[in-house]
């Protein structure tokens, strides 16, 4: 394989190899976005494998079947009845193994035979390669595309969004695309088993807010970041309602204390921006946030004076030392946390 790290993480490369169906011999797959990771696998399959002799051909091993001869024999095999065989191995980290299994590996990576494609994934272990161990990892560069599949940007999201929801004969505004993308957390494997379920819910052509919040469950940051918005507007009833449903989805109360400082840390960011008369997209480029709750975020603090968001943090900061010292109820802490900080809403 003629080598070449694209710009794109190497997805463009790959996409070229599929089309033009001349697939490499060696890939590692890795990335927060496994719904286009499962996607290509499946792709790479179709192109290699007949479903006919496709248990004699398509070799897969894990962190708990790996086996050097094991993968040797895999890669060595002939194929049966066909062209091609494909060795997908999963959450392996070579780098991790002692340095004569490492050595070993290097040579099966640097003489992988013409007719076998090898691909290494990596979704529960993450991808860390260890470039000071140089035999290896020159086996590696030199050998194989090396393809991140990362979180796709809001813009290309809501295509996608949209485009699924249009296949199921369904409507859907860009705000609505947006703000599925924020709560659900903006991963494409989590986008698709929510679009189906609102399809399945929804009676109508056009997608409402109402079919979202019906069926949908938010992740944290999302939940918290609704809490946050209902203190700044003073709804405090809505905003301990919020608590109350992040205590029920089971989260660890000190993951929804970090995360309502780190919301509170994005509206004193705003807070500020907004004081020196800059706009959303300074906020987006300072925090690294998608349109959507950027706009939000300056939203909530316009509502917001410079001394409230520095009460915010001093309370979170209180908050985090009684939580990890005191034998309070991390619970009741956080309710606290809240109806303190309506207090001071109230006040700013």
């Known amino acids: 394989m003629a080598k070449k790290q694209p710009s794109d993480s190497g997805i463009t490369e790959l996409k070229m190899a599929l089309k033009q169906k001349a697939l490499g011999r060696l890939y590692v797959f890795h990335g927060e976005e496994t719904f286009l990771l499962h996607h290509y696998l ?19 091993l894990n962190s708990e079947t790996f086996e050097l001869r094991a993968f040797a024999d895999a890669v060595e095999n002939l194929p049966m009845m066909a062209e091609a065989t494909l060795v997908q191995i ?61 979180k796709q940007d809001q813009k290309d999201l809501i295509a996608w969004v949209t485009r699924h929801f249009a296949a199921n004969k369904k409507r859907i505004s860009t705000d609505l695309c947006a703000y599925l993308i924020d709560i659900t957390g903006g991963t494409m494997t989590a986008l698709s088993s929510e679009i189906d379920k609102i399809c399945a819910y929804s009676g109508a052509e056009e997608i409402k807010k109402t079919d979202i ?18 203190l700044s507007a003073g709804r ?27 919301h509170f840390r994005r ?3 705003a807070r500020t921006l907004l004081d020196h008369g800059k706009s959303t997209f300074d906020l987006q480029k300072l925090c690294g946030i998608p349109d959507y709750p950027a706009r939000k975020t300056m939203e909530a603090a316009r509502r917001c004076t410079p001394k409230f968001c520095r009460t915010a943090a001093q309370l979170v900061l209180e908050t985090d030392y009684r939580m990890k010292t005191s034998f309070d109820e991390p619970e009741r802490l956080l309710e606290l946390l809240i109806l303190r900080l309506a207090q001071e809403a109230k006040n700013a």
């Open 90 to 150: 999963d959450d392996v980290d070579i780098f991790k193994m002692n340095e004569s299994d490492r050595g070993k590996i290097a040579e099966i990576l640097r003489d992988i035979p013409d007719y076998c494609t090898v691909v290494f994934t990596y979704i529960t272990t993450a991808w860390k390669p260890d470039k000071r161990l140089k035999k290896l990892w020159e086996a590696v560069d030199s050998s194989g595309l090396i393809v991140e599949f990362a």
């Open 236 to 262: 405090y009833d809505q905003a301990m309602q919020k608590l109350q449903q992040l205590l029920k989805m089971q989260q660890e109360p000190l993951a929804i204390l970090g995360a309502v400082g780190s």
């Open 267 to 269: 509206i004193s960011a």
């Open 213 to 230: 919040d019906a069926v949908t469950e938010p992740v944290l940051d999302a939940v918290v970041f609704q809490m946050t918005d209902q």
């Open 42 to 60: 499946e792709q790479m399959k179709k192109l290699l494998l007949d479903p006919l002799t496709e248990s004699f051909n398509y070799h897969r």
